[in-house]
């Protein structure tokens, strides 16, 4: 799908384009509702708009009339979309929340929040399992801010599925605690896989492999030249098969 990079980027299409402009005015509005503004939507001091679902795309990801559609569909499976989420990034993120411990700021600041999706911390001691497989991620960006880029690690998508499979494959994912197996991959990966950051433009896109560790660099010092800051779409679709399915992603 993304071959061993565990991402592709395509350059500029007019199809992406048109979409991320339609995108763009509908996320503008969406950002300044006050429904949408409160403490579990707006994080880090508000310096991210989380934004899960939030695009009212339809199902084959057209908004407002305007179809969805560019290079990354001859690389993935027709699968039907959810509403994407709209990712805003403000100036001076990240910026430690009330509550939030030293060690997840450091980790949000020198490593970027590096994660792969779907392995959702549980219960009172936030163990993690494994509890959405997604089929890929699909990264839009809908306005032209040089800040807080994605960022994702070069082939660590083959350091994670295996280490998730030999935890996870014929097992139940509700009752397999994968902490620690997450953590040791996690680790390798930092030290074995190139760092590299995503500076995509809108009509640009990437794709991203379900299990490459990926995050959100820090937007450093400088202003931000729109004043709505750096905004992106992604659409992570669930794998028809379920877990099997995604343990499986070529």
Same mark, same amino acid.
């Given at each position: 799908m993304t071959g061993p990079d565990g991402f592709e980027v395509f350059?500029?299409?007019?199809?992406?384009?048109?979409?991320?402009?339609?995108?763009?005015?509908?996320? @503008?509005?969406?950002?300044?509702?006050?429904?949408?503004?409160?403490?579990d939507n707006l994080r880090h001091q508000k310096t991210w708009f989380v934004g899960v679902d939030a695009l009212p795309n339809g199902a084959?990801?057209? #908004?407002d009339g305007v179809p969805l559609n560019g290079p990354w569909v001859r690389h993935v499976p027709d699968l039907p979309l959810h509403p994407a989420q709209v990712s805003i990034i403000y100036e001076g993120y990240p910026k430690q929340d009330i509550g939030e411990s030293d060690a997840n700021h450091r980790y949000r600041q020198n490593r970027d929040a590096a994660h792969v999706d779907g392995l959702l911390p549980l219960g009172p001691n936030r163990r993690r399992y494994a509890q959405e497989f997604h089929a890929y991620i699909l990264s839009l960006p809908l306005n032209d801010v040089p800040h807080a880029p994605?960022?994702?690690? @070069?082939?660590?998508?083959?350091?994670?599925?295996?280490?998730? @499979?030999?935890?996870?494959e014929g097992q139940d994912p509700d009752?397999?605690?994968?902490?620690?197996?997450y953590q040791a991959a996690r680790r390798?990966?930092?030290?074995?896989?190139?760092?590299?950051?995503?500076?995509?433009?809108?009509?640009?896109?990437?794709?991203?492999?379900?299990?490459?560790?990926?995050?959100?660099?820090?937007?450093?010092?400088?202003?931000?030249p729109t004043n709505e800051? @750096?905004? #992106?779409?992604?659409?992570?679709?669930?794998?028809a098969g379920g877990v099997s399915?995604?343990?499986?992603?070529?």
């Open positions: 350059d500029f299409d007019l199809c992406t384009a048109a979409w991320a402009e339609a995108a763009l005015k509908v996320a @503008r509005g969406i950002a300044k509702k006050p429904v949408m503004r409160g403490a084959d990801g057209s #908004i994605t960022v994702v690690w @070069r082939g660590s998508q083959q350091i994670m599925q295996a280490a998730l @499979r030999d935890a996870l009752e397999v605690d994968i902490t620690d197996v390798q990966a930092f030290e074995e896989c190139e760092q590299v950051s995503l500076m995509i433009t809108p009509g640009e896109s990437a794709l991203l492999h379900p299990f490459v560790l990926h995050g959100t660099q820090p937007w450093g010092h400088a202003p931000d800051g @750096r905004m #992106i779409a992604f659409l992570r679709p669930e794998c399915e995604w343990l499986a992603t070529p």
